[in-house]
């Protein structure tokens, strides 16, 4: 499965950047840690709690 068919879920792991732009973790690593639309720098995402 390529990249970019991967599903960031909502409560899972993923990259953020200073102006969201939302990644997951292979892609993030792939990328050095710098967001390509901006060239900002990816951090961990808060996670949010999974809903009941």
């Given at each position: 499965?390529?990249?970019?068919?991967?599903?960031?879920?909502?409560?899972?792991?993923?990259?953020?950047?200073?102006?969201?732009?939302?990644?997951?973790?292979?892609?993030?690593?792939?990328?050095?840690?710098?967001?390509?639309?901006?060239?900002?720098?990816?951090?961990?995402r808060p996670r949010r709690l999974e809903e009941s």
């Amino acid at each position: 499965m390529s990249a970019a068919r991967l599903r960031i879920y909502l409560w899972g792991p993923a990259l953020i950047c200073s102006y969201e732009c939302t990644f997951c973790e292979s892609c993030g690593r792939t990328m050095d840690y710098v967001c390509p639309n901006c060239g900002g720098e990816l951090v961990a995402r808060p996670r949010r709690l999974e809903e009941s």
